[in-house]
């Protein structure tokens, strides 16, 4: 379980999709960036633009900023913060994203041990993600129903303090009316 939160903390949303990078899947996989970009090169028919992706400038960077608030306050720091993009500095290619059936599709090209037990493991995040957003769908649905229902007492409400304070006139008004001093012919 605590691997899949480990993996669930890598799988980010760019462009609508939930992806990996690729940086994260070589440590998941123990094995450099560079032999995974390999590998995927070398059978990049099975890796279409619904698969896999670049990443654009302005996208990494917004994806840093993201990792960077969501990490403030803890001690260890993720490699995407760390590593610095100005001229002559780490980052030298931007990196490539894999949605979840491109990770799937990653187990076809890399078949030892560890990168199938990742694989399945990864599966295994994504799914657990999926039936979470299920869960909060669901919950929405049911704050919507009530926040209607509430919508309907709220003008129900309104109607019977409107009925309460017509009601509190009229006897207000009787009283005025038997209070009144009376005029006209009077019997001693």
């Known amino acids: 379980m605590k691997i899949i939160k480990s993996i669930q903390n890598r ?25 995974l970009n390999q590998a995927v090169k070398r059978n990049s028919k099975r890796f279409p633009g619904d698969f896999m992706f670049q990443l654009t400038k302005e996208e990494f960077e917004e994806l840093r900023f993201q990792v960077e608030t969501s990490e403030e306050g803890k001690s260890s720091r993720s490699q995407i913060v760390t590593l610095n993009t100005g001229r002559g500095s780490n980052i ?14 990653l187990s076809g090209i890399l078949n030892s041990d560890k990168a199938i037990a990742m694989n399945i493991a990864i599966m295994r995040a994504f799914v657990e993600i999926r039936r979470i957003l299920l869960q909060e769908n669901d919950i929405r649905t049911q704050l919507k129903e009530i926040k209607e229902r509430l919508g309907e007492h709220d003008a129900q409400l309104s109607q019977i303090y409107d009925a309460l304070e017509n009601l509190l006139d009229e006897k207000a008004g009787q009283r005025k009316w038997e209070e009144r001093k009376r005029i006209g012919f009077k019997l001693a």
């Open 11 to 35: 799988i980010y949303e760019i462009r609508g999709e939930r992806v990996m990078l690729d940086r994260d899947l070589a440590a998941l996989y123990e094995i450099e960036v560079k032999v």
């Open 92 to 105: 030298k290619y931007l990196p490539y994203a894999f949605t979840e059936q491109g990770v799937a599709m």
